[in-house]
């Protein structure tokens, strides 16, 4: 047991827990008004859903001793053995420490996705669709990647959740932005932020627990915890400067939204990468990063799906290059613990990301389209016209964000 890194981790993972109520306001401010209350009360209740799934089986499924590469056993559900003494994860510091840590990471997934659907889904959809998601999707896809699994097993590289997380999270968003459909008005009437100070505030909250993220997921408070938190910071930097670049060029204005879609692009992008690669590297991810997704965002018009918060072209793109870049910028020279990418003498690597990343999005679109029509099936998944039209503030919760 290490002091110092348990004093380390345990901020980390305070960090990392602020980022779903940063998202939630983040969120909330691109919605319009009357919306802006259901919008953040999303992300906010995923912090209670998934907080118990974890402590029931949540964990085991994903980090419990592994099942043929595919599934944790229950043999810590209820954290039966989880203790105060350090786990196999985590040499230096409690296992108990490590499971809260991954817990954060559990929390943000499924409120990530909430950004695609905002706006139209019931209340009770959402309840049941982040329960039957989280468990049939998130705790799978992080056991094959992080405990014990088989992406893991075979060399795959994601050093804070590119796939688990952002990868995972934005091929459900596309699936769920089509499946609950279009927002009433939309592309025949203007959608505008109706507070983008406070989507600034969330930007800046993330960008702040994402250092607890990435520098954390070194779980120890040392060299690579270092290389992580640097790298973080110069692609987030990076790709805020590229995005709103390319809006300039483009729309001939740099805008306060755009300047934080970048640095949260850059932030998806660098995150399977952070402790692998140099902060040179990591100017480089984030640079493509914010240029690359600002295009995917401009994609969903064409294509005609509804993404309402840019969850595919930010955290679906944003994570794909991420997995990839892994592939290419990793260098052993920066991280013993980890491999070299195609730039270090090792294209083999680049295709174990590749199929990694794929698999995953493979899964993520079928398991979802699964549980969303299911879920259509048996109980509706959006509320009624008149509903969305009053906003779900009023109408599923009896509030409203502002009394002016």
Known sequence: MNTGDTAFMLIATAMVMLMTPGLALFYGG??????VLA?????FLCLGIVSILWILFGYSMAFGPDVHGIIGDLSWAGLQGVGTTPGPYSPTIPHLLFCAFQLMFA???PALITGAYAERMKFTAFLVFTTLWTTLVYFPVCHWVWGGGWMGAHGGMDFAGGTVIHINSGAAALVAAIMVGKRQGWGREPFHPHNLGMTLLGAGILWFGWFGFNAGSALSAGEIAT????????ASAAAAVSWIVMEWITQGRPTTLGAASGAIAGLVAITPASGFVSPISGLIIGLVAGALCYFAV??????GYDDALDVVGVHGVGGLWGALATGLFASTAINPAGKNGLFAGN????????MDAFTVIAYSLVATYIILKGMDMVMGLRVNKDEEQQ????????ETGYSL
Not at 391 to 398: F, I, P, T
């Open 30 to 35: 691109m919605v319009r008004s009357k919306n």
């Open 39 to 43: 919008t953040i009360m999303q992300s």
């Open 107 to 109: 929390v943000i997934t």
């Open 227 to 234: 290389v992580a938190f640097f790298t973080t910071q110069i």
């Open 298 to 303: 401009l994609q969903k018009s064409k294509l």
């Open 347 to 354: 294209p083999a690597q680049l295709g174990i990301q590749a």
């Open 391 to 398: 906003g779900l503030d009023l109408s599923q919760h009896s």
